[in-house]
């Protein structure tokens, strides 16, 4: 939908994944249950962590706020994008838009940072365990999860900002299932150059930022895994470390083909199918990933299905008298 100079957009139109009528349906009940298996896995990962004592250390305290951050991140959008799978009017507020498009920047940072940390965590553990509970304690760890959060919405606040400053003019049709960066660039009429370099230069600082915390932190685990004598022991070591690698490599890879590229027709169109992976790919796989590589977790879930069967068993029978 074209905009005269002297109207002001008070909504946009999410065109979606696809305009074909008769995908509609089906690719609403698809993301309606990767949703809901995202919901039940975050959230049950959550519970389970607070729920069994032996999971209170600080690498599951990092991937209890790493199960939260995903778990905002495929709520932030879904509900517009199922909703929008089976109406007509794909349409969504100004206020609306800029909400959805800060609470990702805000929250892609934020996951970006606590990835870091969480390389760090596995440093320290295996490079300097009789320190772990010093360098690790409840005060660092708090710091360490709080900065991502302070950082990440303070930093997506003036990214969001720089976007919606921008003048919509030619269209208020986003090319997009919900309101991104690239996109919404596109539509803009008036001059994009602080936008784009600043996307950019917060894209490559702190991508590189992070992944240097991680890449350092790796490099001196891996060190020290070497060292290892016995073969059982590096096996061990490194098993530990297997789980935040593949959601790492999982993660920035996606994050490089989204963000460190200037918005083309071309590069929207991609931009879909890659935010797809981030959106819903990732937080879906993060719990498995942990879970299923995970003894600990796997031993926790056994204690507490073993802990309601008891419960369940030890409670009197119902009588069923008047």
């Known amino acids: 939908m ?3 100079n002297d109207s002001a957009i008070t909504e946009f139109i999410l065109l979606g994944l696809t305009d074909r009528p008769e995908l509609q349906t089906l690719l609403f009940g698809l993301f309606l249950i990767v949703y809901l298996v995202t919901l039940f896995g975050n959230l049950g990962m959550i519970v389970l962590i607070r729920l069994d004592s032996h999971l209170h250390t600080p690498m599951y305290f990092f991937l209890t706020n790493l199960a939260f951050v995903d778990l905002c991140y495929a709520s932030n959008a879904t509900p517009q994008m199922l909703a929008n799978f089976l109406s007509e009017k794909k349409t969504i507020t100004f206020a609306g838009c800029f909400t959805q498009c800060y609470i990702f920047i805000a929250l892609l940072l934020t996951e970006i940072y606590l990835l870091a940390a969480m ?3 596995r440093y320290v553990a295996i490079c300097n365990p009789l320190r772990y509970s010093v360098k690790m304690s409840r005060q660092v760890c ?3 999860v709080t900065f991502p959060y302070v950082y990440g919405f303070s930093d997506g606040l003036l990214q969001a900002i720089l976007t919606f400053r921008l003048t919509f003019c030619r269209s208020n049709v986003i090319n997009h299932f919900y309101c991104a960066d690239p996109p919404l660039i596109k539509l803009s009429c008036s001059g994009t150059y602080v936008k784009e370099h600043a996307m950019l230069i917060s894209a490559g600082f702190n991508l590189s930022n992070s992944l240097t915390v991680i890449l350092v932190s790796y490099a001196f685990i891996i060190a020290t ?7 059982e022991g590096r096996h061990k070591a490194f098993s530990t470390c297997g789980s935040h690698i593949m959601s790492v490599t999982l993660f920035y890879g996606t994050l490089f083909c989204m963000y460190v590229r200037p918005p083309t027709d071309k590069t929207v169109e991609e931009s879909k199918i890659i935010a797809v992976i981030y959106t819903f790919v990732n937080p879906v796989l993060n ?3 942990y879970s299923l590589r995970n ?6 879930l056994k204690n507490v299905l073993r802990r309601n069967v008891v419960t369940k068993r030890a409670l009197p029978p119902l009588s069923n008298k008047p």
Not at 225 to 231: C, F, M, N, P
Not at 295 to 300: E, I, L, P
């Open 119 to 121: 390389a760090y965590d």
């Open 225 to 231: 895994i070497l060292r290892i004598k016995s073969v």
């Open 287 to 289: 719990p498995l990933i």
């Open 2 to 4: 074209p905009i005269t």
């Open 295 to 300: 003894k600990d977790v796997k031993r926790a």
């Open 142 to 144: 708090t710091c360490l």
